[in-house]
């Protein structure tokens, strides 16, 4: 058989050593057994000697626990669309800013900002990672333009030395 086949999760090795446990099996009888199923995917003998003495005090689960507490990155919809209002308002805002303005860490702010809205910092502007043609048609134009005015500033100031 295959190592996919034979892949239990712990769950379901936890039900199968409760159950040779309720049927007074040894621990390292119960071992043996696992251990020919499973092979290399099967617990220790001290892990499994560890969970029949769990079951017989009768203060285990053969389910995992959940885990409780709030997730280390939180992220809802509200924060970033916030952060995205923030950044339509005023391109050149920095990601320290937004945090302080939101109460919450540079970090996942920036994390938000890169990940989730999919933006990266461009010439102290804040602009989408990828634009779609008529964007960057738009960008190419308008960047020609500034050019074409600095060229002639350049020109008028340089004919007045």
Known sequence: MSGDALDCNNTETRAVISFFSLQGEAPKEIHAIVTETLGEYAP??????????????????????????????????????????????????????????????????????????????????????CLNADQKRQWCQSSAQIWNFFCAIQMISCRDW
């Open 44 to 129: 220790s003998c001290a892990t499994v000697k560890n969970w029949v003495g769990q079951f017989k005090r009768g203060g285990f689960s053969t389910c995992d626990a959940p885990f409780p507490g709030r997730p280390k990155t939180v992220t809802t919809p509200e924060i970033i669309h916030e952060i995205q209002e923030l950044i339509l308002e005023d391109r050149r805002i920095s990601a320290k800013s937004i945090a302080e303005q939101l109460a919450i860490s540079s970090d996942r702010v920036g994390s938000i900002i890169h990940e989730d809205l999919d933006m990266r910092k461009l010439s102290a502007k804040w602009v989408p990672k």
